[in-house]
C-alpha cells in the first residue's frame, strides 16, 4: 500500500515563498500521478496541482499558475509543490494524493485525506 505524508507548511507574510514535500513509502511513487490539493475551513477541496508519471506533464489551477510549481524526486521518492508569491487566499491545509491529472482538471483516485500540512499567508 502507498502512504503519503505531506510536511513543509508554515506561516509566511504575502508574496513570501514555501516549499512542501509529499513523501511515499510501500511503493515507488513514479508509478502514480501525484496531486496536491487544498481545503480552507468552510470549503470543499480544491485541486490545485497534479504531475503525472512517466511524461511529468502537469496541471495547475488558474488561481495558482504562474506562482506554484510542483515537480518529484524519484530517489528521494518524494513530490513538491514550490509555493511564490504566496496570497492569504492561499491559506488552507494541503494534501497530496494519488490522483487523474487531465489536460484542464484533476481529480483525486481516492478521497482518503490524510493529516495534510497547513499553510498561512498572513496579509
Known amino acids: 500500500q502507498l502512504q503519503l505524508v505531506e510536511s513543509g507548511g508554515g506561516t509566511v507574510q504575502a508574496g513570501g515563498s514555501l516549499t512542501l514535500s509529499c513523501a511515499a513509502s510501500?511503493?515507488?511513487?513514479?508509478?502514480?500521478?501525484i496531486g496536491w490539493f487544498r481545503q480552507a475551513p468552510g470549503k470543499e477541496h480544491e485541486g490545485v496541482s497534479c504531475?503525472?508519471?512517466?511524461?511529468?506533464?502537469?496541471y495547475y489551477a488558474d488561481s495558482v499558475k504562474g506562482r506554484f510549481t510542483i515537480s518529484r524526486d524519484n530517489g528521494k521518492n518524494t513530490v513538491y509543490l514550490q509555493m511564490n508569491s504566496l496570497r492569504p487566499e492561499d491559506t488552507a491545509v494541503y494534501y497530496c494524493a494519488i490522483s487523474w491529472c487531465l489536460i484542464k482538471t484533476m481529480w483525486p483516485w481516492y478521497e482518503d485525506w490524510g493529516q495534510g500540512t497547513q499553510v498561512t499567508v498572513s496579509s
Open positions: 510501500g511503493s515507488r511513487l513514479d508509478y502514480y500521478n
Open positions: 504531475l503525472s508519471s512517466g511524461d511529468n506533464a502537469t
